[in-house]
């Protein structure tokens, strides 16, 4: 199909106001390029009961920034389910402030708690403390589940791009740690380490995420080459310490027509199936690489949103 109209706007603004690209920026002013410009063309903030900005330990002895969003009052004779969610930005902009808007939806919209993780950014925190804080913040929710009216048996992972990337790792590893999770919520996830696709080489340039900023991306969080063969990076075709993926929760999974990772998210789809796991793919066409946060201004991302709440909703037995 031909791109979005609306999609087609958006990258013709884009180009008008020449913005440099993160890979023309220090990190620090790609986030603050980022923080910027993320709200723009996102929906509307949904009310919430309650949006509490917490510390949760992780296992060097630091603490890092989560935000728990409760859509209702917490009824702890029937705890709700909850998703925890990994914002997405190359593991070197974004934060819980970026994926407000669209936490607070799927609070709402899934009828669910919902834990944003604020994991600590390279270059200052390089490969794997993306990967350790996902999943410290995963057992954290877990041992405090009970006192925030959340059901542990009933925990989702999502995230976005990057984010995605931590939560397929996050699902492995919950699964090696008997840790029961209800679904991983994959939005155009990266999961690859080196991007030699069809999709990569079709959209390498014009479709908002270029070939050039990707590989910045993992110049900033990758501490050497054979960090590339580390299946927590590259979990479709890591080598190093790679694991069996028999078991690992459902997955639901959403690529964009118009995104350098499609192909990639695809594969992994079929790995997953390939060792026996629930998967639903979906491709939205006429998108590209974060029309999730561009729901604002592009009315069909609106049905994204309902799928992926709907699927949030059945994993968690909620009609």
Known sequence: MPLNPKIKEILEMIGRAKRPEYHALTAQQARASYEKSAPILEIASAPMFSVEDLAAPVRDGATIRVRLYQPVEPQWAQPSPALVYFHGGGFTVGSVATHDALCRMFARDAQCAVLSVDYRLAPEHRFP???????????????????????????????????????????????????????????????????????????????????????????????????????????????????????????????????????????????????????????????????????????EVAQAHADAAAALRAAFGIE
């Open 129 to 299: 403390t993306a990967v350790d804080d996902a999943f410290d913040a995963l057992r954290w929710l877990r041992e405090q589940a009970a006192g925030f009216g959340i059901d542990a048996s009933r925990i989702a992972l999502g995230g976005d791009s990057a984010g995605g990337t931590l939560a397929t790792v996050c699902a492995v590893l919950a699964r090696d740690a008997g840790m029961p999770v209800a679904l991983q919520l994959l939005i155009y996830p990266g999961t690859t380490s080196h991007q030699q696709t069809d999709s990569h080489a079709r959209f390498a340039d014009g479709f908002l995420l270029s070939a050039t900023t990707i590989q910045w991306f993992f110049a900033q969080y990758l501490r050497d080459a054979d960090d590339r063969r580390d299946w927590r990076f590259a979990p479709l075709d890591g080598t190093r310490g790679a694991p069996d993926f028999a078991g690992v929760a459902p997955a639901w999974i959403a690529t964009a027509e118009y995104d350098p990772l499609s192909d990639e998210g695809v594969a992994y789809a079929d790995k997953l199936r390939a060792a026996g796991n629930a998967v639903t793919l979906k491709r939205y066409d006429g998108m590209i690489h974060e029309f999730f946060k561009m729901g604002g201004y592009v009315p």
